[in-house]
């Protein structure tokens, strides 16, 4: 009765506070350059989400001054256009520093005649923004790497189902059996993640999206008729069910990496380093949830508190299930 409970009141919570229930929290920003009708005078474009999209000066390059500002509101994202002149043509080097403190984004701009499409990633100052890089040469694998595989890293911390569903995972199996259940997950997302980047084919998102959040809630429930004894732990079966929602979770992965800015001749080595960094940061989460479980059951506190937390991650997802279907008409 006290679970039945738990997960009611978990319910509730969610209803009443649906921006804690967001799943994908990576908060993406788009910026874009373009020229303007006097020499070195540019504007300089940023849509972020309006939840921290709150108007702040932006940090110029010297010899830089702005001359103007908008801001529209439109569909949970804040656009401004800024009006910039500056004493001389940007340089290598320059950059503007935004005040927003988005996870990633997006730069775009053709100043030069080449069009530049690459992704930028955020810090606690917010984003800095390489103005200066306007033409597009060739990044080395040594710039790459480490650019990927942060936003990987990121996208899977900041991503609440996908870590819902990782975390049923590792309340479902321990020891070998969790490991073959993480890596038919990963297998899955794994191949649906490229196959959807490099466009072979092409998923409404949210459909996909209301797929995933039931996943979470199927797991959830399969977890708990397993820890019960009310369900046997059939492996191959659990094996084949993880490699499908793997799958799916693949697709939301695509979305994310897809926006950002990805250069044609970087697109492989980008999907390769997102990838791995989405691995590195689900097997430290893998390992964090182990140890904690196993200081739990040195407490004898393991088995409540495993079945509480099912509790509350199914409840979530059917949550996040409802909430994205009523959502497919509003967009």
Not at 104 to 121: A, C, I, K, W, Y
Not at 129 to 152: D, H, K, M, N, Y
Not at 154 to 178: K, N, T, Y
């Amino acid at each position: 009765m006290w679970r039945n409970s738990l997960a009611i009141l978990l319910l509730a919570l969610a209803t009443l506070a649906p921006g804690t229930a967001m799943a994908d929290i990576f908060l993406s920003a788009d910026f874009a350059l373009t020229r303007g009708e006097d020499p070195n005078s540019y504007e300089f474009t940023a849509a972020v989400p309006e939840a921290v999209g709150q108007p702040a000066p932006l940090r110029l390059p010297d010899g830089c001054r702005q001359t103007g500002m908008s801001r529209q509101t439109s569909g949970g994202r804040a656009q401004y256009a800024y009006e910039l002149a500056c004493d001389r043509p940007f340089v290598a080097g320059d950059v503007i520093q935004t005040p927003w403190k988005a996870d990633g984004g997006r730069f775009v701009t053709n100043v030069m005649g080449s069009q530049v499409d690459r992704s930028l990633t955020g810090d606690a100052s917010g984003i800095a923004v390489p103005v200066g890089e306007t033409a597009a040469t060739a990044r080395s694998i040594g710039q790459i790497a480490p650019e990927f595989l942060a936003q990987g890293v990121w996208h899977i911390w900041l991503g609440w189902d996908h870590l819902a569903f990782v975390l049923c995972l590792a309340l479902l199996a321990r020891g070998r059996p969790l490991l073959w259940l993480v890596s038919a997950f990963t297998a899955g997302h794994s191949l649906s993640l490229a196959i959807a980047f490099f466009e072979l084919v092409r998923v409404p998102v949210p459909p996909v999206e209301a797929a995933i959040a039931l996943s979470i809630a199927f797991m959830a429930r399969e977890a708990l008729l397993v820890g019960a004894g009310e369900r046997a732990f059939a492996f191959k079966r659990q094996l084949i069910v993880v490699s499908l929602f793997g799958l799916l979770h693949g697709l939301g992965f695509a979305t994310a990496l897809g926006e950002l800015g990805v250069q044609a001749d970087e697109r492989l080595p980008a999907l390769v380093f997102f990838n791995l960094g989405v691995e590195a940061g689900q097997l430290l989460f893998v390992g964090a949830i182990v140890a904690t479980l196993a200081g739990l059951r040195a407490l004898s506190l393991a088995a409540p508190v495993r079945s509480a937390a099912l509790y509350a991650v199914g409840a979530i997802g059917c949550f996040w299930m409802v909430e994205r279907v009523m959502g497919f008409g509003i967009a």
